[in-house]
């Protein structure tokens, strides 16, 4: 049986309205003739399909499959053919007139779609209704749990910046007092080494030959023992203190000849000593 394209659009409706809330369908239009093959998921008939014979076929989409759910043959007439559609009050009127749409319908089972689709509806709005104020109490925890986390992580780095800051604060302190001691230890260390450098200084360094006094010389002299003990030593006639006294030049030229006697590197002024004292 072929339907019109109200009883075709009939059709659809009434296999949305026995269709549970939420259902998925998969609906497929062939036409042989014009080679058309076109699939929605609209339970609704395309307005741009050209004029000709339909085969409609209804499959029920799952996650897992497909599965077949009505079919029907419906004949699209000529744009300039089609029809208005009454309006729904007339169209109401139509339906409590009659007992039979078309020829196909009765009237009941329309009613009965309609209030089981008012139902649905009402279902799908509570769903809604629902489904929107979870959504909402579920996004409003989810605010409010970021904002807790990022006061937490804010405190978190705050309290390691704290941290830090006292760590290298007492380390600076440490180091500070570490370059004190050190400070210390060196001039320690400055006043040993000047110290032992002074004492190896007088041990390597021999102090000064004490120069000659002329007075000590003069006392020496004035012993008479003194006197003849240095003029047969030496071989040098001493004159007498008063005169040595007051003879400067005197006194300096036996003391010169002395000494470079003394002081001779080579030894031969003392052996020419030593012979005149043994002769």
């Not at 006392?219 to 023992?225: G, N, R, Y």
């Amino acid at each position: 049986m072929i339907l019109d394209l109200k009883e075709a659009k009939r059709a659809l409706q009434a296999i949305s309205a026995n269709s549970e809330a939420g259902t998925k369908f998969r609906v497929s239009f062939t036409n042989a003739k014009a080679n058309i093959l076109h699939s929605q998921n609209v339970l609704k008939i395309p307005t741009w399909l050209p004029s000709g014979d339909y085969t409609v076929e209804v499959f029920q989409v799952s996650e897992e499959e497909e599965s077949p759910r009505s079919g029907f043959e419906f004949r699209l007439p000529n744009k300039n053919q089609i029809q208005p559609e009454e309006p729904p009050e007339a169209a109401s009127s139509n339906l409590q007139n009659t007992n039979v749409l078309d020829g196909s319908i009765p009237v009941s089972a329309l009613n009965a779609l309609l209030a089981l689709r008012k139902e649905d509806q009402k279902e799908i709005d509570q769903r809604k209704e629902s489904d929107r104020l979870i959504w909402e109490a579920k996004i409003n925890s989810l605010i409010e749990s970021h904002k807790n986390e990022i006061e937490r992580i804010k405190e978190s780095y705050k309290n390691e910046i704290e941290r830090l800051n006292s760590t290298h604060k007492f380390e600076l302190a440490l180091t500070q007092g570490n370059l004190n001691k050190l400070e210390e230890a060196k001039e320690q260390l400055t006043k040993s080494i000047e110290s032992r450098l002074r004492k190896e200084q007088k041990y390597l360094v021999p102090e000064p030959p004490t120069s000659f006094d002329v007075n000590t010389i003069t006392q020496l002299l004035s012993h008479p023992l003194a006197s003849v003990f240095i003029s047969k030593l030496f071989g040098v006639e001493i004159p007498a203190v008063p005169a040595l006294a007051g003879n400067p030049q005197a006194l300096q030229s036996i003391i010169s000849e002395v000494t470079n006697m003394l002081g001779s590197g080579e030894g031969g002024g003392l052996s020419e000593l030593l012979n005149r004292r043994t002769e």
